[in-house]
């Protein structure tokens, strides 16, 4: 049973590994991947020297820090939220409907921002014309000082209510007989929760946190492909758009797969590093 996921990351994960030498060769495209020039850290020195490569990277980081900050707490309070409904087909309701969102992919997405931002034809220009306000609005889309913002708050909105998939079938593990009995006790519902239901989360919590710590130098890029435009590249460039237009538009294969591997490993020292450090405040947590 465990053959098809084994081959599958076979064929889709290690096999391609050897791709990654391509990071320290010149890569001609005439002569092909084994022909080209072994060369081996320059393309690293290159691309760290390269226009646009710290700001790439400036911009990941603070990006993906904005996430984690205000996205990475929205799924634990939603779930406990919906775990304390009791009205069943509510309950359903409001999870199917924050779920939608995660289906629903950027480039429609991006649509549905433009429709409601637009500065000329959007809703909120309709909305504000209603109420007799005729003067200028904020594009945010094009904005650089809310840009980011609207990132995280529209990362939120499409991925939170999904994100509450693993913490609701944590919650639903726990004993209730620790309710019971803390209800026995005199405690009241927050107290319920600081007590039982969030301890109970604490080793999700953890694991997902040491996921999203290591993938800080990932900022999405799907949704900011999707989102920006020349007029906030400043605040909006990040490593994998920059990555995206050596390879495809710069044709720097070689380059690119340096970058990439760059992020790779930085994820990995990291993903270590906040494993350290949860498993030394509680050795129960963390993924070794």
Do not use: C
């Amino acid at each position: 049973m465990a053959l098809p996921g084994i081959l599958f990351f076979l064929v889709f994960h290690y096999i391609p590994m050897y791709g990654i030498l391509l990071a320290f060769k010149n890569y001609n495209v005439y002569q092909g991947f084994f022909a080209s020039e072994w060369v081996g850290f320059d393309n690293f020195k290159t691309l760290f020297g390269m226009y646009g490569f710290d700001r790439a990277l400036k911009n990941t980081i603070i990006i993906s820090l904005y996430q984690l900050v205000f996205a990475f707490p929205i799924p634990i309070i939603l779930s406990i939220m919906l775990n304390e409904l009791r009205h069943e087909m509510y309950k359903k309701f409001v999870q199917t409907s924050i779920y939608l969102p995660h289906f629903v992919s950027w480039i429609i997405i991006s649509g549905i921002l433009f429709a409601i931002l637009s500065p000329s034809t959007g809703v909120i220009r309709e909305i504000a014309q209603l109420f007799g306000y005729n003067g200028s609005i904020v594009n945010l889309l094009s904005s650089k000082e809310y840009f980011r913002s609207l990132l995280v708050v529209s990362n939120i909105w499409k991925e939170a209510g999904f994100g509450t998939v693993l913490y609701l079938a944590t919650i639903a593990t726990i004993d209730q007989q620790l309710y019971e009995a803390a209800k026995v006790d005199g405690a009241k519902k927050w107290q319920q929760i600081w007590h039982i239901t969030l301890p109970g989360l604490r080793t999700t919590i953890v694991i997902l946190l040491i996921f999203r710590v290591g993938s800080i130098l990932n900022a999405g890029l799907d949704q900011v492909f999707a989102l920006y435009n020349p007029q906030v590249y400043e605040v909006s460039e990040i490593l994998d758009t920059y990555i995206y237009k050596l390879a495809f538009q710069d044709a720097k294969y070689d380059l690119a797969t340096a970058s990439g591997l760059f992020k790779s490993l930085i994820g990995l020292v990291l993903v270590l590093f906040t494993n350290y450090i949860a498993k030394k405040i509680d050795p129960e947590s963390g993924l070794m």
